[in-house]
């Protein structure tokens, strides 16, 4: 027979299917099994209470010594627990929680269900038709030697049309004889870091809440990152004018500040721009899903304010794919003939075809097609998840500006570490937010909070993962 107990005594819907032989010591293998994999799976977290054997046993229409036997198989094995007064529970049992991505592209791991770490869009909306008709388009208009080793800068058509594109979407002063095509934002940040390095530069001011592996490809390229503060308005980009004197350049994302979510101040891009002014030090902009504002017009570059001191970065990563390893520099005039000469003589790093590929994409009009369609849909999932915060954990609530692919959950205190934890129990993949802190970050109190990609999940798959989500919040 095929039975399901779908309530706890309590009401509260558990929705477990239980799949059991019809028969003798079947029916104990069964239950043992299907309540095994239900711990394990996720679907029953630590500390939920079983129904009492008499209860589950007159749900399946079964002998109630099956149930206890089956229950203190469980215990026996480490996955229950049974205490006089308190009911038969899941253990409380410890599990390593998923490390969040250090890298924008970057392997799910191995196991979740539902990935909501950020940095990655959602895959399969991937305009794979579009993309081959450009492709194809494309490869027929090269000419023949754009097949050759080619110009270090890119190919001039996808310069080109990046120049028209930024210019009118992000407010970029952008001449395709100032933009370098680099194979992602960690490749023109090795770049920038060859650069600074050979300037004299020892210090990079960084911003206190960022990833990892964008400071440790600046340590490996000889330099020091100090963490500027945070508050309500943005980074302390005023804190450069107090700051370490040998500080040369500021990396900061002013758009859409990673992962905190916030937009930088009018009055600190304009400190910033003063400071970099000032010392003759380089602002390094990146604008990685500058795109993606849901409740106003996006705001422009921070580039707009002074190109002749500010290094842009964008890539392709969080608008198409990652998998493409398509991104861009444009540059300051004094800072050109030196991203050039760090990247070699040739350009050995972008494939030539996705490169024309990608200018066709974008003179076709296919890309802002698609980039209006994905706004749409990562609007509509970050409203669903506010509303379902509000529905079922009103103790949490979204941070930041209505934008971009992730979003920060702002938890009580001392709950992050648990919450991850049984994230993980439902096989989900989160992050929480003290892993994207500078170690050297000493101003303000560290904060309890989860960095949620809602953008990563295929669409199929959202409303499965919110629900995850959901039963993993306080």
């Not at 009118?168 to 390095?197: K, N, Q, W």
């Not at 494939?351 to 200018?359: E, F, I, K, R, S």
């Amino acid at each position: 027979m095929v039975k399901s107990w779908a309530t706890s005594p309590s009401g509260q819907a558990l929705g477990i299917d239980l799949h059991l032989e019809p028969t003798g010591s079947g029916l104990r293998k069964g239950l043992t099994d299907a309540l095994r994999d239900a711990v394990r799976g996720g679907r029953l977290a630590p500390g939920v209470r079983l129904p009492s054997s008499r209860t589950l046993a007159a749900d399946l229409g079964i002998a109630r010594n099956t149930v206890a036997d089956a229950y203190a198989d469980l215990v026996a094995e480490g996955w229950l627990t049974a205490r006089q007064g308190s009911g038969t529970r899941v253990a409380e049992r410890p599990v390593e929680a998923p490390r969040p991505a250090s890298t924008r592209g970057r392997r799910a791991p191995a196991g979740l269900r539902h990935d909501l770490h950020p940095g990655t869009p959602d895959l399969s909306s991937f305009p794979r038709a579009e993309w081959l008709k450009a492709s194809r388009r494309a490869l027929n208009a090269a000419p023949n030697d754009a097949l050759g080793y080619g110009d270090p800068r890119g190919r001039i058509e996808l310069r080109t049309a990046l120049a028209g594109y930024l210019a009118r979407a992000r407010g970029v002063h952008a001449d395709p004889d100032r933009i370098v095509i680099c194979s992602g934002f960690v490749h023109g940040l090795m770049l920038l870091g060859e650069v600074l390095r050979n300037r004299g530069v020892r210090d990079v001011a960084v911003e206190t809440y960022g990833l990892d592996v964008h400071w440790d490809v600046l340590t490996r390229s000889g330099l020091r990152t100090h963490p500027l503060p945070l508050d309500q308005l943005g980074t302390r980009t005023d804190e450069l004018a107090t700051g370490e004197p040998d500080v040369g350049a500021a990396l900061l994302t002013p758009a859409h500040q990673f992962p905190m979510g916030g937009a930088l101040h009018p009055d600190r891009r304009t400190a910033v721009v003063d400071w970099a002014r000032r010392t003759g030090g380089l602002i390094l902009e990146d604008d990685y899903d500058g795109e993606f504002r849901y409740d106003r017009q996006p705001v422009g570059a921070l580039q707009g304010l002074d190109p002749d001191r500010v290094v842009y970065f964008g890539t392709a990563s969080k608008s198409l794919a990652p998998g493409l390893r398509l991104g861009w520099l444009v540059l300051p005039p004094s800072v050109i003939g030196e991203v050039i000469e760090a990247k070699g003589a040739a350009d050995w790093s972008c494939g030539v075809l996705d490169q024309l590929t990608l200018a066709e994409f974008i003179d076709s009009g296919a890309y802002d097609r698609h980039v209006r369609g994905a706004r749409l849909r990562y609007r509509r999932r970050r409203d669903q998840l506010v509303a379902a915060l509000a529905e079922r954990a009103p103790d949490v609530r979204a941070t930041g500006i209505a934008a971009g692919l992730h979003a920060v959950l702002q938890l009580p205190p001392g709950t992050e570490q648990s919450v991850v934890r049984a994230a993980a129990w439902q096989r989900l993949g989160v992050s929480g937010l003290s892993s994207f802190r500078h170690d050297a970050a000493t101003t303000e109190p560290p904060l309890d909070a989860l960095v949620v990609g809602y953008g990563t999940p295929p669409d199929h798959a959202w409303t499965s993962a919110l629900e995850a989500l959901c039963r993993a919040l306080p």
